[in-house]
């Protein structure tokens, strides 16, 4: 078992920045790889990022391409999301997922083991 707990949202104009944590706790974190979705009201989970269990690979929705960079402290047990130049369609409940290997399918959330219980970012216009 793996346990995350995401941080750090909270809101911000448009145009701001946030940071968002996931600290994992259970098994070894270093193991997996991690990714980041979001869904907003009425509307599917939407992958955002996903990083290699070293951290050496990352990769992105076009979405969010150039405005958001992941990343990740194995010695912490943490990954991040620096969100940069925010805008209104960012609006969302951000989730950190876990799993156990790198390779196709990254965006789908089915491929995604453990799961955080999420952090509303609210983007204001």
């Known amino acids: 078992q793996v346990q995350l707990v995401e941080s750090g949202g909270g809101l911000v104009q448009a145009g701001g920045s946030l940071r968002l944590s996931c600290a994992a706790s259970?098994?070894?974190?270093?193991?997996?790889?991690m990714g980041w979705f979001r869904q907003a009201p009425g509307k599917e989970r939407q992958f955002v990022a996903a990083?290699?269990?070293?951290?050496?690979?990352?990769y992105y929705s076009d979405s969010v391409k150039g405005r958001f960079t992941i990343s990740r402290d194995n010695a912490k047990n943490t990954m991040y999301l620096q969100m940069n130049s925010l805008k209104s369609e960012d609006t969302a409940v951000y989730y950190c997922?876990?799993?156990?290997?790198?390779?196709?399918?990254?965006?789908?959330?089915?491929?995604?083991?453990?799961w955080g219980q999420g952090t509303q970012v609210t983007v204001s216009s």
């Open positions: 997922a876990a799993r156990a290997g790198w390779g196709p399918s990254l965006s789908y959330s089915y491929t995604y083991t453990y």
């Open positions: 259970g098994r070894t974190f270093s193991n997996y790889a």
């Open positions: 990083i290699t269990s070293s951290g050496v690979m990352t």
